[in-house]
């Protein structure tokens, strides 16, 4: 089923946006390892072991910026999987996103900023799963 011209490459573009701000983020992290210290909390004696963080990067390679440059493909395709990799995005994204909320409670804030970044990308991925969704759908809910 095509979904609107306008609406799908402006899907597209948003896609390709996030996956390449997810990759020039990963990027930096790797390039200025102090930075990484915003990310993730300090061990209890004050210092700072970034492997934790480290531990997101082939998650992210996959879940974040694979899966965000996958569904611009998708879309800009027509490809019959489109659907499914937007659900698939969207849910990896509110994973992603809850956790990063969950480490910012547990913290007391101090891990505020993933939460705060994340949280518009799951938005904005949100809309963009509901917003194309397929007319067969729309007579369901």
Sequence with gaps: MMIQSKWRWGAALYFVLQGVSGLVWWIVLLAFPKLRELFWPRLPGGGFDGRGLLAFALPDALGFIGLSLLCAWALWRGSKLWWALLCLHVGALGYATLFCWNLALLTRGETLLPALLMTPALAATAF????????????LG
């Design 128 to 139: 963009w799963t509901v917003r194309l969704r397929p007319q067969v759908l729309e007579g």
